[in-house]
């Protein structure tokens, strides 16, 4: 006689995450399920770096507010994630909480071994759902960048990416190299 054990997933709350230590590890709850993330690595760090250098001219000439870091966060609907980065609006009143912020215009995720599946699957369909208005997914591996929109089929770019904001009519237009640098050998 075979035996099912029925098992339970504990599902998290904001207030828990919330309590969990500052360890150097980032905790991110999405509709419940907790992930830890170790520190980052320096080639995940360079192209953080590399990014930011890139976006920031364009979102300050076209007044789209800022280009924000881990630490800050999106909530929605009972999760909590902090992207590598996220271009949003200022909030008016910052003291309102990360709620009630703006919802990102841009979001952007360097995927590592550990992160590849949960910025594939989870953190995709929470930034879709929350209205993200298009997720990048920058790969280091395969040095290339998944441009994800709300009702369109995802595009990989591996030459240039591009990114045009609601409302701006311009375009950034951005090589795989200065994203990720020249590529060795050459």
Not at 2 to 16: F, G, I, Q, V
Not at 51 to 75: D, E, K, M, S
Not at 91 to 97: L, T
Not at 108 to 135: F, N, W
Request: with cysteine; proline share 9%.
């Amino acid at each position: 006689m075979a035996s099912h054990m029925a098992t339970n997933t504990k599902m998290w709350t904001l207030e828990e995450l919330h309590g969990l230590p500052d360890d150097g590890n980032t905790y991110e709850l999405v509709r419940g399920e907790l992930f830890v993330t170790p520190p980052p690595t320096v080639i995940h760090e360079e192209i953080d770096a590399r990014l930011n250098r890139l976006l920031l001219p364009f979102v300050t000439a076209h007044h789209l507010g800022n280009v924000y870091h881990p630490r800050a966060v999106i909530q929605f609907q009972g999760s909590q994630v902090e992207p590598d980065l996220m271009v949003r609006l200022s909030h008016p009143k910052p003291e309102a909480g990360w709620a009630a912020w703006p919802i990102p215009l841009l979001v952007v995720e360097i995927i590592s071994p550990c992160t590849r599946r949960r910025d594939h699957e989870q953190k995709k369909s929470l930034y879709m759902d929350a209205g993200v208005a298009e997720y990048w997914i920058v790969d280091p591996e395969d040095r290339s960048i998944r441009v994800v929109r709300p009702g369109e089929r995802d595009r990989i770019e591996t030459e240039r990416v591009e990114w045009q904001p609601p409302g701006v009519d311009v375009v950034l237009a951005l090589s795989i190299n200065d994203v990720f640098g020249e590529k060795p050998g050459k």
